[in-house]
């Protein structure tokens, strides 16, 4: 019979919480301290296998007399509990076959902790290495009606701090040259100006798009309106907005996960929305496509080059002709374009667009201007 280390435990036993040597034996282990003859000599059908360790995998033998608890050991190690379990029969000692498949189950735990972490770090670092791919494959699974549900959550959430105009000649322009545009979209579009002096117009996921009033009085024509359009609209089409607001949850989850209140997330996402910036990739895609759109429509789309090259300049012009820089407020000029990179590039990639595929029956809008900026000034008296 080979030797095996073990500690003892009991308040009976003479070499409590002392090193042992205990022996298995055909019917009995026997016990012994360092150097000694035996001490303690204990039937295996008196023992019983029990679970014992902080990581719930370490093999504690109890026994037991005059009905109660006299002592237990436990093996000094791995190597010499993987001993006493080979020398042990397992059909003799009580709860060794429940200790076998207890332990192995918590062994299945913790590999499962340890592939689990491991498949969520290789994860993270190819989410990392490939996001685009990855936020595209996602938003491409979400469906039409899961989209819309977003954009309609994040519009009920902007309208109590946005003061939306609910009729009259900006909504009617806006509309108008919107529906033009969307003629046969598979996104049912909602339209809306918001009564806001900074040149800003932004598209929420499902078909929503907002213009400011600012952008409004900055346009000098209809064409020039339509481009602005025209580039949110691919922003939905593309789901460039529902792509930038799905990157936007995970920060909202880590406020969801620390203050334990939807509402503050759905109001995060609806602020980011309205200020939401676009990679020059993105933003180009939107360009051109756009400029695709209008064509398509029949609308020139010189407009768009006009309008980036205002913005660009952060200057207007009055109703002169000339260029009025006096009454410019850059903080108002520059809130839609601000967000759009590399401005100049961009410009000359729309201009050689537009330069190879002209298109002869493309039309100039007409809008009435002088209504339309009556009624905002008139609203923005109010």
């Not at 080979?86 to 076959?97: E, S, V, Y």
């Not at 200790?99 to 299945?108: K, N, V």
């Amino acid at each position: 019979m080979s030797e095996i280390r073990v500690s003892l435990f009991g308040p009976e036993l003479p070499v409590a919480g002392q090193p042992a040597h205990c022996m298995v034996g055909e019917d009995a282990i026997h016990i012994r301290s360092h150097g000694s003859e035996i001490l303690l000599t204990i039937t295996l059908a008196a023992l019983r296998a029990e679970v014992a360790g902080f990581d719930h995998d370490q093999l504690q033998l109890t026994w037991r007399h005059d009905d109660r608890a006299a002592g237990s050991l436990i093996p000094s190690g791995t190597d010499e509990q993987k001993k006493l379990i080979a020398a042990l029969p397992p059909n003799t000692i009580p709860g060794l076959i429940q200790w076998r498949r207890s332990t192995r189950s918590q062994s299945w735990v913790w590999k499962g902790v340890l592939y689990t972490i491991g498949f969520v770090l290789v994860s993270l670092a190819l989410l990392v290495w490939q996001h685009d791919r990855v936020v595209t494959w996602a938003a491409n699974r979400v469906s039409m009606e899961t989209e819309k549900n977003i954009g309609e959550s994040v519009l009920k959430s902007l309208k109590p701090e946005v003061n939306f105009l609910s009729q009259g000649e900006a909504v009617k322009v806006v509309r108008e040259i919107g529906q033009q545009l969307t003629a046969g979209s598979r996104y049912q579009y909602q339209w809306y100006v918001s009564k806001d002096p900074a040149v800003n117009a932004f598209a929420i996921p499902g078909g929503i798009i907002v213009v400011n009033s600012g952008l409004l009085k900055r346009a000098d024509s209809p064409n020039e309106l339509a481009a602005v359009l025209a580039h949110e609209v691919q922003h939905v089409e593309q789901r460039h907005a529902l792509k930038n607001m799905m990157n936007s949850a995970a920060v909202a989850t880590a406020v969801l996960v620390v203050l334990g209140d939807a509402n503050a997330v759905v109001m995060m996402l609806a602020h980011q929305v309205s200020t939401q910036y676009f990679n020059r990739e993105v933003e180009s895609d939107a360009d051109l496509k756009g400029v695709q759109l209008l064509q398509s429509k029949n609308i020139d789309a010189t407009g768009m080059v006009s309008f980036f090259k205002k913005m660009d300049a952060g200057i207007g012009d009055n109703k002169d002709g000339a260029k009025d820089q006096s009454t410019e407020k850059p903080s108002e000029v520059a809130g839609w374009f601000s967000s759009h990179p590399d401005t100049l590039s961009r410009i000359q990639a729309i201009e050689e667009y537009v330069a190879k595929h002209p298109c002869g029956t493309c039309m100039t809008l007409t809008w009435d201007k002088s209504a339309l900026l009556a009624e905002l000034e008139k609203a923005d008296g109010k």
